[in-house]
């Protein structure tokens, strides 16, 4: 019984997200902003199956990993009929910061890896984001404390437009349920435990009863585990 109300309890789940995306496509153009982690993977096959006009964009930061490189080319392959644009940082601003504080002065202060993550992250997403009307995110509430009462959909103050998180509400093992039932193309790091996926000098396998998200930037022992993508325009 108990099995049948969780299967029940994650079609009822499945169903939403899929209604959701189909409400993100109205706001015409939609994208779907994708790090190529598994909630994404998971929204990407949703979006192609259901043929919605939505594209996606993905950040090609320089320091990713060739997993994810080759976990991109597969998506490409996969899910041909949903476009996959890839941004990279300002050359510019890519010289300037390395120029002044090395290829990996991040790891010197939260200030110095704020700037990275702003050179190859923040601002090629401001890039993406122009014209759109509204973008989706696989982030989820279990994920960390910092996204405990993150909403199904909101207005982003910042970028000016809507913004849907579909898996919200997804547990990490209903994700990994939806991939393994749709047979879901997955960066091959997640099964050598690494949970939340970034730049490879950035990110690490987690240790059993980790938070999801503390693989990421581990030596900031009291930063937040967030790059800046998601950053809300103050009240």
């Given at each position: 019984?108990?099995?049948?109300?969780?299967?029940?309890?994650?079609?009822?789940?499945?169903?939403?997200?899929?209604?959701?995306?189909?409400?993100?496509?109205?706001?015409?153009?939609?994208?779907?902003?994708?790090?190529?982690?598994?909630?994404?993977?998971?929204?990407?096959?949703?979006?192609?199956?259901?043929?919605?006009?939505?594209?996606?964009?993905?950040?090609?930061?320089?320091?990713?990993?060739?997993?994810?490189?080759?976990?991109?080319?597969?998506?490409?392959?996969?899910?041909?009929?949903?476009?996959?644009?890839?941004?990279?940082?300002?050359?510019?601003?890519?010289?300037?910061?390395?120029?002044?504080?090395g290829p990996n002065g991040?790891?010197?202060?939260?200030?110095?890896?704020?700037?990275?993550?702003?050179?190859?992250?923040?601002?090629?997403?401001?890039?993406?984001?122009?014209?759109?009307?509204?973008?989706?995110t696989g982030q989820r509430?279990?994920?960390?404390?910092?996204?405990?009462?993150?909403?199904?959909?909101?207005?982003?103050?910042?970028?000016?437009?809507?913004?849907?998180?579909?898996?919200?509400?997804?547990?990490?093992?209903?994700?990994?349920?939806?991939?393994?039932?749709?047979?879901?193309?997955?960066?091959?790091?997640?099964?050598?435990?690494?949970?939340?996926?970034?730049?490879?000098?950035?990110?690490?396998?987690?240790?059993?009863?980790?938070?999801?998200?503390?693989?990421?930037?581990?030596?900031?022992?009291?930063?937040?585990?967030?790059?800046?993508?998601?950053?809300?325009?103050?009240?």
């Amino acid at each position: 019984m108990d099995d049948a109300i969780s299967r029940s309890g994650a079609e009822s789940k499945r169903d939403r997200a899929r209604a959701l995306l189909a409400e993100a496509a109205r706001y015409t153009p939609a994208v779907l902003a994708s790090s190529l982690g598994a909630e994404d993977m998971v929204l990407l096959d949703m979006i192609a199956r259901a043929g919605l006009p939505i594209a996606a964009f993905t950040l090609d930061t320089g320091r990713l990993h060739e997993e994810t490189h080759r976990l991109l080319q597969e998506a490409r392959q996969r899910y041909w009929q949903v476009p996959i644009a890839v941004l990279a940082p300002q050359s510019a601003d890519l010289e300037s910061y390395v120029a002044h504080h090395g290829p990996n002065g991040f790891y010197e202060s939260v200030s110095l890896r704020e700037e990275c993550c702003r050179v190859r992250k923040v601002e090629p997403l401001k890039r993406a984001l122009q014209g759109k009307r509204a973008w989706i995110t696989g982030q989820r509430r279990s994920q960390s404390a910092a996204r405990a009462a993150l909403a199904l959909e909101e207005w982003d103050g910042v970028h000016g437009l809507k913004k849907f998180n579909p898996l919200a509400d997804w547990s990490r093992d209903e994700v990994w349920d939806y991939v393994r039932a749709f047979e879901v193309p997955h960066n091959a790091l997640h099964a050598k435990g690494f949970a939340s996926i970034g730049c490879a000098p950035c990110t690490r396998a987690i240790a059993p009863g980790e938070d999801e998200r503390a693989g990421r930037w581990w030596w900031e022992q009291d930063a937040p585990k967030e790059c800046g993508i998601h950053a809300r325009r103050p009240a």
